[in-house]
């Protein structure tokens, strides 16, 4: 067992969490990381309000564990997300991507407000502004992080900030939380990990082919939806790198999204220059379109499980995955594995 800053903030068992991660972490998977000690994740960004709404319920009809929703601050829907799940008073708001404006909301009824960032100074500004814990991604992880590994920005990150650090980014095993809690991290984050978990809902096909995969087999770039993301090297992804920028595929899924979303075209284009303000490098519509786009061939792969089309986010501790598990046996292996390795580490040590 591990007592660390992490669970002693969010009240849980284990210093592990679930990421939240776009149409993987559904309630079933959120609730059963709950039940088995973890803190678990809800990605709001696929939801309208209702939706959002739904399936907080839907988790809270599967645990009574705290868990937490995330929000990207500056794509569409955001606000009303953020909105839904203050008034559901969800005991962890994790946000990514712009400013925070609901911190106080949130602390009065007793909610933890769980920033993420992949850069040191946005660490220490997000303290400042009175965020409760960091989510800090490496670059090995799925999805979106920034340059530096892990293995470099949390040691850095621990040097400079005192709220409770979860590292996110190439952690799958007991010898990763080992490794983390060494280097200065209260908890790990994990997405590919528990993405394959008998729990999850990513298609056979998929779950297949990742455990195949090695930790050479992801691709990274910024084709997959306009930010820097991670993805594993299918042969989609790997089309995709080579090609240029998908324009009827990127219109098709910018209408599905507007549609999903429930927003007028007034809102889409909005949204749209409201993601050109925020405070992180990147171009707007260009960044939406090809997010479209990559929104589509992700429900190919995680829905369908179509190996010619589909793209999938991963990290590269792909590569160290070969077994799906139930979420609880996962969660009681690494916890022992941790155990194990430090008490081997700590019997290398040598008085002098
Ligand atoms: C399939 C998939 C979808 C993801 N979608 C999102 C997302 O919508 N928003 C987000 O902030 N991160 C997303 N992530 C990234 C995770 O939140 C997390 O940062 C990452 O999985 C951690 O690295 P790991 O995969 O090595 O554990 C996704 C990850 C995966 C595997």
Same mark, same amino acid.
């Given at each position: 067992m591990f007592k660390t800053k992490m669970t002693e903030l969010f009240g849980v068992k284990h210093p592990i969490m679930l990421a939240g991660a776009n149409w993987i972490t559904e309630p079933k998977l959120v609730s059963a990381v709950c039940n088995a000690g973890g803190l678990a994740i809800f990605a709001t960004a696929r939801c309208t309000p209702e939706e959002t709404r739904q399936n907080i319920r839907q988790i809270r009809e599967l645990t009574d564990k705290p868990f %937490? +929703? &995330?929000? +990207? =601050? $500056?794509? #569409? %829907?955001? !606000?009303? &997300?953020i909105d839904v799940a203050i008034e559901? !008073? $969800?005991p962890v708001i994790n946000y990514a991507l712009? /400013? #925070?404006?609901f911190i106080e909301q949130v602390h009065e009824y007793g909610g933890k407000v769980l920033g993420t960032t992949a850069l040191a100074r946005h660490a220490a500004r997000a303290e400042? =502004? %009175?965020c409760d814990a960091l $989510? +800090?991604? %490496?670059?090995?992880?799925?999805a979106h992080g920034a340059d530096a590994t892990s293995m470099v920005l949390i040691p850095i990150v621990a040097s400079q900030v005192k709220i409770p650090l979860i590292a996110a980014g190439g952690f799958h095993n007991g010898r990763g939380l080992a490794a983390a809690l060494v280097l200065g991290a209260d908890a790990i984050s994990m997405g590919t990990r528990f993405m394959l978990t008998k729990e999850s809902v990513l298609h056979e096909n998929f779950k297949q082919l990742c455990l195949k995969a090695t930790e050479q087999d992801t691709l990274y770039s910024t084709v997959f939806d306009g930010m820097p993301g991670r993805a594993l090297k299918t042969k989609a992804a790997e089309a995709m790198m080579k090609g240029g920028f998908p324009l009827v595929e990127a219109f098709k899924g910018a209408s599905e999204i507007k549609q999903m979303l429930g927003l007028s075209l007034w809102q889409f284009i909005r949204l749209s220059f409201q993601m050109m303000r925020a405070d992180e490098d990147s171009s707007p519509l260009w960044v939406q379109a090809r997010e479209a786009a990559g929104v589509r061939r992700h429900l190919k792969s995680i829905n369908n499980g179509d190996l010619e089309e589909g793209i999938l986010f991963a990290g590269q501790d792909i590569g160290g995955i070969n077994d799906v598990p139930s979420v609880e046996e996962l969660i009681e292996r690494i916890i022992t594995e941790a155990e194990d390795v430090l008490e081997a580490v700590r019997? !290398?040590? $040598? /008085?002098v």
């Open positions: %937490g +929703i &995330n929000q +990207i =601050l $500056v794509g #569409p %829907g955001a !606000k009303e &997300n559901e !008073k $969800v712009g /400013k #925070p404006w400042q =502004l %009175g $989510v +800090i991604t %490496g670059y090995e992880a799925a019997g !290398k040590r $040598v /008085k």
